[in-house]
C-alpha cells in the first residue's frame, strides 16, 4: 500500500488551456499519456496518489468532467487537492464535490485522509510572488506593497484552513502527519514560513508541494530536510510526469 504525489496535470479535454506556450514545451507534449502509462506501471489498485492542484483548466465543472474522469480512471486512491486554477473547485464546494464523486475521488480541504497510521492533510496555500524590483546585480530591493499585503491576507486564510485540517486529524488520535500543498511553502525571499512553522509545530514528517514549473523555478523553495521536515516538489514537469513515490 504505497503512497505517490504528483501536480500541475493542467488537463484541457474540453476546455483551451490558458497557457498555451506551455504545450510547446517537449516535456508537455502528450503528457497525459506519459502520466497514464507511469501510473499503469507503478500504482496499484491498494496505493494512494495525491494530485497537488492545477488538475484542469475548465472554467467549471462542466468544463472539467473529462479532466476528473481522466483522472478517475488512474488506478489507486486519489486524493484531490486544489490548485490557483482550479476554477471548478470553489473554496465553499468541497462537501459537494465528495459527494459527486464518492468511491472515486476524494478532495482535500479542511479535512483529511488516512493512510495507514497518518493522517494526509493539506490545503492550496499561497505565497507571495511578486513583481520583486531588483537591482543591477539582481538583488530584490523592493516589491509590490499592495499585492504583498493582498497575499498576507491570502496566508492567512490557507493557514487557517490547514489547521483545521491537522486538528481534524489529531482529534480522531492521529499524531503522525503528511502535509500537501498546491504552492510552495516557501518564496525565494523567505528562509520560513507560516506552512513551514505549522508543520513542525505538528511534526509532519514531509511536506509535498508542486506549482513551480520549468528549470528556472524547480529550486525557488525549500528542498530537503529543514528543522526535522522532509520537503519534496511533486510538479509533474519536474517528475517528467512519473509520480513520486513517497512511502512504500
Keep these: 500500500m504505497s503512497l505517490f ?10 476546455s483551451e488551456p490558458k497557457a498555451k506556450n506551455q504545450l510547446t514545451d517537449r516535456l508537455w507534449r502528450e503528457h497525459e499519456k506519459k502520466l497514464k502509462k507511469h501510473c499503469a506501471k507503478m500504482i496499484r489498485p491498494e496505493d494512494t496518489l495525491v494530485l497537488l492542484g ?4 475548465g472554467k467549471n465543472l462542466t468544463e472539467s468532467a473529462q479532466d ?4 478517475a480512471d488512474l488506478p489507486g486512491r486519489k486524493i484531490l487537492l486544489r490548485g490557483n486554477h482550479d476554477a471548478f473547485w470553489p473554496a465553499n464546494q468541497t462537501a459537494r464535490l465528495n459527494e459527486r464523486y464518492a468511491g472515486r475521488l476524494a478532495f482535500l480541504q479542511g479535512n483529511y485522509y488516512p493512510y495507514r497510521d497518518y ?15 531588483l537591482n543591477a546585480y539582481r538583488q530584490v530591493i523592493g516589491w509590490d506593497e499592495e499585492k504583498a499585503e493582498h497575499a498576507k491576507r491570502i496566508v492567512a486564510r490557507e493557514l487557517d484552513r490547514l489547521r483545521e485540517s491537522f486538528e481534524a486529524a489529531k482529534a480522531d488520535g492521529y499524531q503522525k502527519f503528511i502535509m500537501f500543498l498546491h504552492f510552495p511553502p516557501t518564496n525565494l525571499l523567505e528562509r520560513d514560513s507560516g506552512f513551514t512553522r505549522m ?16 528549470q528556472s523555478k524547480f529550486r525557488l523553495s525549500v528542498l530537503g530536510e529543514m528543522n526535522g521536515v522532509g520537503y ?15 512511502m512504500d
Design 5 to 14: 504525489a504528483i501536480g500541475d496535470l493542467h488537463l484541457h479535454f474540453q
Design 54 to 57: 492545477d488538475h484542469s483548466w
Design 68 to 71: 476528473l474522469e481522466y483522472i
Design 119 to 133: 493522517a494526509l492533510v493539506g490545503t492550496k496555500g499561497f505565497c507571495y510572488e511578486g513583481p520583486y524590483y
Design 199 to 214: 508543520a513542525e509545530e505538528y511534526g509532519a514528517e514531509r511536506v509535498i508541494y508542486a506549482h513551480l514549473h520549468g
Design 232 to 246: 519534496s516538489l511533486a510538479a509533474g514537469d519536474y517528475l517528467r510526469w512519473k509520480p513520486l513515490k513517497i
